[in-house]
């Protein structure tokens, strides 16, 4: 391997072995609004929900690769858990809304899933990455706006589990029977 090599590989894995959030958003502050396409065709707005209902934003980095495959099929396979809460839950991306319909048809998303190609809202949320992808964090948002919870750990396989179990945490209302 030539040296050239040998430094972008240390720089890579020295860049990899650090935390991708580097969020200046904080627990207790007003979480910033947000109006995305998702891939049902519909907007939806953070805003919407302010005094209805709490709302968990997914944000994950790419749309078709393993790792979001496998969130995303969490969410699928295990929304059940989520829905026993009083809350709408959301994955978000910067990619294209084409390319995040190709993935929900594929992972048979049962939920909105967002669209940013603007990153605006990754932005705002402090999620861009130096990939200029978004990193895996869960923001946990009260009905009054508030960010509950910001989670940069997570485990794809068991993120619906997680997300259920956050939500007990922070007291989120258990739905209404229907």
């Known amino acids: 391997m030539n040296k050239i090599s040998k430094t972008v590989c240390t720089l890579l894995a020295l860049f990899s072995s650090f ?9 207790g502050e007003s979480a910033p609004n947000f109006n995305l396409q998702a891939t049902n065709g519909d907007y ?31 969410l699928v396979e295990q929304g059940h858990l989520i829905r026993a809460y009083d809350a709408s839950y959301f994955m978000a991306s910067v990619d294209p809304l084409d390319d995040n319909r190709d993935f929900a048809k594929k992972t048979g998303a049962d939920f909105p899933m967002l669209s940013d190609p603007s990153k605006d809202a990754a932005k705002a949320y402090d999620v ?11 923001f946990y948002i009260s009905k009054e706006g ?11 396989e068991t993120a619906a589990e997680d997300i259920a179990k956050h939500l007990k945490e922070l007291n989120v209302e258990v739905a209404l029977s229907k």
Do not use: H
């Open 44 to 74: 939806y707005q953070l805003s919407d929900y302010k005094g209805k209902q709490a709302v968990v934003l997914a944000w994950y980095p790419m749309a078709n690769t393993r790792g979001c495959t496998i969130e995303c099929k969490s």
């Open 19 to 27: 935390s991708l959030l580097a969020t200046d958003l904080k627990v």
């Open 128 to 138: 861009l990455n130096f990939m200029r992808v978004a990193s895996r964090v869960t």
């Open 146 to 156: 508030k960010i509950l919870k910001i989670d940069d750990d997570i485990n794809p």
